[in-house]
T-cell receptor, first 110, second 115 residues
Framework: QKEVEQNSGPLSVPEGAIASLNCTYS??????FFWYRQYSGKSPELIMS????GDKEDGRFTAQLNKASQYVSLLIRDSQPSDSATYLC??????????FGSGTQLTVLP | EPEVTQTPSHQVTQMGQEVILRCVPI?????FYWYRQILGQKVEFLVS????????KSEIFDDQFSVERPDGSNFTLKIRSTKLEDSAMYFC?????????????FGEGSRLTVL
């Protein structure tokens, strides 16, 4: 079974710090990679997509992809308490399904 | 801003009963999806729907489940005979374009409790 793995956390960072979230995937046929944010009791919300190796920046968020290592990461710069949520890594693989990891819970401490 | 809407927000049912969960996707979107999330667990893919037919489905989406687009706006998930393990949050999602994408817009979910 194709898996998407994340550290469940919780990950705690002080306000203003960089939060680093990591994800690995097992399906070498995967081509599309996504980060979603899910606040407690709410639905997932797309924050970043990345399709090619390297970095992609959008505001305070940077997604990094390394297909050779089957590794995706998300950096959140200048973390704010409002960034406290569960971050879900998701991958479209050869099964043509968006497969989610179990998520990393991030807490940003004021 | 356009959004995906789901009803009901919460449904309680007895084991063995049929349940229909309803969704109104974003109007110009062409791909529709159902996902579920059991409390404390990961978001799991159930089914994708495009051009009035199922595009992909997971192992979870067995004969107890069906989807339908009965008119131009609604997209429904039916569970024929609910089991205790069907208790979960069910999310509808939609995406635009004609290709499969992971850039989905999720509704707020329907919480199903099976007693």
């Amino acid at each position: 079974q194709k898996e998407v793995e994340q550290n469940s956390g919780p990950l705690s960072v002080p306000e203003g710090a960089i939060a680093s979230l990591n994800c690995t995937y097992s399906d070498r046929g995967s081509q599309s990679f996504f980060w979603y944010r899910q606040y407690s009791g709410k639905s997932p919300e797309l924050i970043m997509s990345i399709y090619s190796n390297g970095d992609k920046e959008d505001g305070r968020f940077t997604a990094q992809l390394n297909k050779a290592s089957q590794y995706v990461s998300l950096l959140i710069r200048d973390s704010q308490p409002s960034d406290s949520a569960t971050y879900l890594c998701a991958v479209i693989g050869s099964a043509r399904q968006l497969t989610f990891g179990s998520g990393t819970q991030l807490t940003v401490l004021p | 801003e356009p959004e995906v809407t789901q009803t009901p927000s919460h449904q309680v049912t007895q084991m063995g009963q049929e349940v229909i969960l309803r969704c109104v996707p974003i109007s110009n979107h062409l791909y529709f999806y159902w996902y579920r999330q059991i409390l404390g667990q990961k978001v799991e893919f159930l089914v994708s729907f495009y051009n009035n037919e199922i595009s992909e489905k997971s192992e979870i989406f067995d004969d107890q489940f069906s989807v339908e687009r009965p008119d131009g706006s609604n997209f429904t998930l039916k569970i024929r005979s609910t089991k205790l393990e069907d208790s979960a949050m069910y999310f509808c999602a939609s995406s635009d374009g004609t290709i499969l994408t992971g850039e989905l817009f999720f509704g707020e979910g329907s919480r199903l409790t099976v007693l």
